[in-house]
Nanobody, 128 residues
């Protein structure tokens, strides 16, 4: 079992930066891939970025490439999402998620159904 807790959300102006953190506990070595998803108000949840835990390959939604960076600190069992050049359309609740030990991320990394562990979410608001 894996437990995930997000933090670092807040309100910033367009062009600003935030770094989200996801603290993982439990059987963390069993997660082959971890990712960040977001859900804007009134819209469906969508993939933002994902990372295979070993080897560390990364995946990004086209809308955030060049602006967001996903990373992990294995020693601290923590996942990060560095968000730069934020835009109003980035406003959403951001969720940390993890797959099982057998499901690494690939071309379909953004499939929500493959992520079985989810955090409670953290709000990110970007004003113009």
């Amino acid at each position: 079992q894996v437990q995930l807790v997000e933090s670092g959300g807040g309100s910033v102006q367009a062009g600003g930066s935030l770094r989200l953190s996801c603290a993982a506990s439990g059987d963390t070595y069993s997660s082959a891939c971890m990712g960040w998803f977001r859900q804007p108000p009134g819209k469906e949840r969508e993939g933002v970025a994902a990372i295979n835990t070993g080897p560390s390959s990364t995946f990004y939604a086209d809308s955030v490439k060049g602006r967001f960076t996903i990373s992990q600190d294995n020693a601290k069992n923590t996942l990060y999402l560095q968000m730069n050049s934020l835009k109003p359309e980035d406003t959403a609740i951001y969720y940390c998620a993890a797959r099982t030990r057998d499901d690494s991320c690939g071309g379909l990394w953004y499939m929500l159904s493959m992520f079985v562990y989810w955090g409670q979410g953290t709000q990110v608001t970007v004003s113009s």
